[in-house]
């Protein structure tokens, strides 16, 4: 018997066609590094159209990694008028991210939302968001500057939570570069982090048995800490607890059996 490292499933950003360029698909570097350094093996996945096909490409997933956009989730999609600062990302994008989100939260597979993905799970776990910080939460402080793209803030960790557990004592700081947030936290899930102004930064199953971790900052990025790289140290530890070991049979035993 050999382990297996546990595949983890990563989505990617999404480009439409162009007049001047075809559609593009791409993965920042920084998602399956990060997979591959906590000890995961990464799989890029193709925004394909056919659940079947999805479906198929999913099942020796033990983990996914929702990734974060520079464009934001359409409020119409969830029943609220679109604010002047939304930029909406591509349907295509959209649609597979909560496909495969919906496919990984009935499946209970262990997810790493960050971002926009994690916004987006806890939606589709019956939560809420803010559409534009700087108006719904009057007396925050900055979570995005279009100039500074070095942007740090404080994090408050709840004592107790797994992301306790994560990080150790200490302060925390974090990158932030976002201007959608929860509001309504969905009842799967408790609050894990917050900033000093209460904007909620991270939450975290309740449910024992199930990983599910959201965070709001980009531990994957060049500016991130070194201390973000043990999020996904513990996600891939648990994705490698749903993952079965197989037999490693010897060249020539496979020959006699095909034969």
Avoid at 35 to 47: E, Q
Avoid at 105 to 120: V, Y
Avoid at 197 to 225: M, R
Wanted: aromatic share 6%.
């Amino acid at each position: 018997m050999s382990k297996q490292k546990p595949v983890i499933g990563i989505t990617g950003d999404f480009r439409p066609e162009r007049y001047n360029g075809a559609a593009l698909s791409w993965f920042n570097t920084g998602y399956y590094d990060s997979v591959n350094a906590a000890g995961g093996l990464p799989m890029l996945l193709a925004p394909v159209e056919s659940d079947e096909d999805l479906h198929q490409m999913l099942e020796n997933v033990t983990g996914i990694v929702l990734s974060g956009c520079n464009l934001d989730l359409d409020p119409a999609r969830m029943k609220m008028h679109a604010h002047p600062s939304v930029k909406v990302m591509p349907k295509r994008r959209e649609d597979f991210d909560r496909r495969v989100a919906e496919y990984a939260i009935q499946k209970r597979i262990p997810i790493l939302a960050i971002g926009s993905g994690m916004q987006l799970v806890n939606f589709l776990c019956g939560g809420t968001l803010y559409q534009h910080i700087p108006e719904d939460v009057p007396r925050a402080i900055h979570h995005r500057d279009p100039v500074e793209q070095n942007l740090r803030h404080v994090l408050e960790i709840v004592p107790g939570t797994r992301l306790d557990s994560i990080y150790g004592p200490g302060e925390v700081r974090v990158n932030s570069s976002h201007h959608m947030a929860i509001r309504d936290l969905s009842g799967r899930f408790r609050v894990s982090a917050t900033c000093p102004d209460g904007v909620v930064e991270a939450y975290e199953s309740i449910e024992e048995d199930w990983f599910c971790l959201g965070v709001q900052w980009h531990p994957e990025s060049n500016t991130a800490s070194a201390l973000d790289l043990q999020i996904f140290e513990a996600f891939t530890d648990a994705a490698a607890r749903e993952a079965q070991p197989v037999d490693i049979l010897p060249m020539n035993e496979m020959l006699r059996r095909a034969a």
